[in-house]
Nanobody, 115 residues
Framework: QVQLVESGGGLVQAGGSLRLSCAAS????????MAWYRQAPGKQRELVAN???????NYLNSVKGRFTISRDNAKNTVWLQMNSLKPEDTAVYYC?????????WGQGTQVTVSS
C-alpha cells in the first residue's frame, strides 16, 4: 500500500508563485515515475509534469518555462514549483506515482489564481 500526502496549494494573485509537495510512503516501495496532474472544473485531468527515476522532466506546453518539477528519491518526495501563475492554472492539482505496487494518486490540493 502506498500513501501520498500533498501540501502547498492555496490562493495567489496572477504572477505569483506556489510550491506543491507530495511525499509517498510505503514499505519496500520503489517509485518509477512521479508526476503532477491537474483538473479544472468541467475539464479532464491533464498531465502537468512528470519525472522518471534518473530521467529528465516533461512538461505540459502551457507551463514550460514557468513550472519546475523536482524529486528527492531518498525521500520519495516530489515538488512542483509554479511561478508566473495565471488564472488558467486554477485547478485541483494531484500528485501521481507509478510504483512497484502500481499507480497511486494523492488527495488533491486546490490552486486558485486570481486575476
Amino acid at each position: 500500500q502506498v500513501q501520498l500526502v500533498e501540501s502547498g496549494g492555496g490562493l495567489v494573485q496572477a504572477g505569483g508563485s506556489l510550491r506543491l509537495s507530495c511525499a509517498a510512503s510505503g514499505s519496500s516501495l520503489s517509485i518509477y515515475v512521479m508526476a503532477w496532474y491537474r483538473q479544472a472544473p468541467g475539464k479532464q485531468r491533464e498531465l502537468v509534469a512528470n519525472i522518471a527515476t534518473g530521467g529528465t522532466p516533461n512538461y505540459l506546453n502551457s507551463v514550460k518555462g514557468r513550472f519546475t518539477i523536482s524529486r528527492d528519491n531518498a525521500k520519495n518526495t516530489v515538488w512542483l514549483q509554479m511561478n508566473s501563475l495565471k488564472p488558467e492554472d486554477t485547478a485541483v492539482y494531484y500528485c501521481g506515482v507509478t510504483s512497484s505496487f502500481g499507480r497511486y494518486w494523492g488527495q488533491g490540493t486546490q490552486v486558485t489564481v486570481s486575476s
